[in-house]
């Protein structure tokens, strides 16, 4: 069942297998994320779920709440389904073999990778982000055209745009568009943070089911909110992800309540959001 008839790729989703013996735990900040231990999902049912919400392909990011670092699951889920996965690799930067890894996990396929700097086993905002330890694996990145998919904070915002002067041609994708705070409604006062990253090329922006709720929350509406986030980035740096199934609603409904939200928008705007931009992003998925 399609919900629209335009092409839809998730930017933002996850698997997560049931078999914790072949696939050990081991969460980030040391406790396991409630939606991992209540949902896993294998790549079979992630599929079957994007074929009942008409969703053509995926990006499967890593979970970091339930495997941390080691992102095996995810590297043989797309291994068995390379035509319609591509994956993001979680990475510690400081790790002195973390250049290493990165080469690792590419050779499995992995097409992007994610930093995780806040979440629900890890509260806060970490203060790693610009440490001149790390610069290496920016560089490798840049030099390699691999996205970085980044899981943060507005807090993390001065931190992060000290790497974005240094690696100007790095692409950063910002989960949950940072968290901002846009219950207030506008013209959106306290998430003006969010909208000064719009003078930085290389920042892009995830529009997932966080956004989506809170644009219906408090004084925000959608009718204020998504025009002038499209207004101020541009279509073009921006994308939507479920986070299926770490939110908890089906994956065609998620898909409905975004499109719902997102009808405000020229029909142009919505397919560059529901797919141009990631295709931008990770070519493979063209």
């Known amino acids: 069942m399609s919900l ?18 072949r696939y050990p735990l081991a969460p980030i900040g040391g406790k396991q ?11 079979e049912q992630l599929l079957a779920a994007m074929d009942a919400a008409g969703v053509n392909k995926a990006v499967v990011v890593q979970a970091s709440t339930a495997y941390g670092h080691d992102s095996s699951y995810l590297a043989d889920s797309l291994a068995r ?25 590419k050779s499995r396929g992995m097409t992007g990778m994610r930093v995780f700097t806040t979440g629900s086993t890890m509260p806060g905002q970490q203060t790693w982000l610009d440490d001149e330890r790390a610069f290496p694996v920016w560089e490798k990145a840049e030099r390699e055209h691999l996205p ?18 240094k690696f100007p041609a790095l692409n950063f994708l910002l989960d949950h568009l940072a968290r901002p705070v846009i219950t207030d409604g506008a013209p959106y006062a306290k998430a003006a943070g969010l909208f000064e990253l719009a003078k930085y090329p290389s920042i892009y922006m995830k529009i997932t089911s ?17 025009p002038k986030l499209v207004e101020t980035f541009g279509a073009a740096r921006l994308m939507w992800g479920s986070n299926f199934p770490a939110h908890d609603d089906t994956l065609p409904n998620i898909l409905k309540e975004t499109l719902h939200v997102l009808a405000r928008l020229s029909t142009a705007d ?12 990770y070519p493979t998925l063209k």
Not at 85 to 91: A, H, R
Request: with cysteine; glycine share 4%; proline share 8%.
């Open 33 to 43: 994320s409630d939606w991992s231990s209540e949902r896993p999902t294998t790549p």
């Open 270 to 281: 919505q397919a560059m959001i529901l797919s141009g931009t990631a295709e931008t992003l």
């Open 4 to 21: 629209t008839n335009m092409k839809v790729i998730d930017t933002h989703c996850h698997v997560v297998s049931p078999d914790r013996v």
């Open 210 to 226: 966080r956004t989506v709720e809170h644009s219906q929350s408090g004084q925000a509406t959608p009718q204020t909110f998504f």
């Open 148 to 165: 970085i998919a980044v899981q943060m904070t507005q807090d993390g915002i001065p931190l992060l745009l000290k790497i974005v002067a």
């Open 81 to 105: 389904f390379p035509e319609r996965f591509t994956g993001v690799f979680s990475l510690d930067p400081l790790e002195p073999d973390a250049l290493a890894k990165m080469d690792h996990w």
